[in-house]
């Protein structure tokens, strides 16, 4: 068994991130039992430029997950460079928990960039709709939930309520395939699993 402790900063990934780590643990790697733990909520300024809220919240994720566990951290990229910044982060990380493994993952540019890119998938989920023929630019509005948000027939997006259950329905391939940020949150499954 292998546990999983996230740090992430919205209220929705608290509750989509293990859902949608338990599809992925079962679509790439099924042989390995997962134990997705509850995700540690951060404020992304104060994690990231408070040396004190950054120490504290690893630590606390590195005695969650225990010796064999992982710790990883899953932010919005908004408009920084996610290969840059989550080099950044993961350097300071390693340097407080060199007894963990750590990924950094940044979704470019927002976690709901991922239903963008499975937007196929979703259509006629919770009122929401997608035309086929549009096309798919699934990390280039700087306003993920807003383009989400245009595409719900009549409703608005509810990120605490709509962020689990897309999760939960996504097409993975579709959102690995369109998304360059959901493929590094693959590729650091895999990597990490190896260990398992």
């Given amino acids: 068994m292998i546990a999983v402790a996230a740090i992430v900063e919205g209220a929705g990934e608290v509750v989509a991130l293990p859902i949608l780590l338990r599809r992925i643990n079962a679509w790439r790697t099924p042989d390995v039992h997962l134990q997705a733990l509850p995700p540690i909520r951060v404020h992304r300024d104060r994690f990231l430029n408070r040396q004190d809220e950054f120490r504290r919240h690893l630590l606390l994720a590195?005695?969650?997950?225990?010796?064999?566990?992982?710790?990883?951290?899953?932010?919005?990229?908004?408009?920084?460079?996610?290969?840059?910044?989550?080099?950044?982060?993961l350097e300071r990380a390693t340097a407080y928990v060199p007894h963990r493994r750590v990924s950094v993952v940044l979704a470019n540019r927002e976690y709901e960039a991922w239903f963008i890119a499975a937007a196929e998938s979703l259509d006629g989920q919770r009122g929401f709709a997608f035309k086929p023929a549009e096309a798919i630019d699934a990390e280039g509005p700087r306003n993920a939930k807003g383009w989400i948000t245009a595409h719900m027939c009549g409703g608005s997006y509810g990120e605490t309520t709509d962020q689990p259950a897309f999760s939960a329905r996504m097409d993975l391939q579709q959102a690995f395939a369109r998304s360059r940020s959901f493929r590094k949150l693959c590729s650091e499954w895999t990597r990490q699993m190896a260990f398992a």
């Fill in 62 to 89: 590195a005695a969650k997950c225990g010796e064999q566990g992982w710790i990883l951290v899953l932010l919005d990229a908004d408009d920084d460079c996610p290969a840059e910044l989550g080099k950044q982060i």
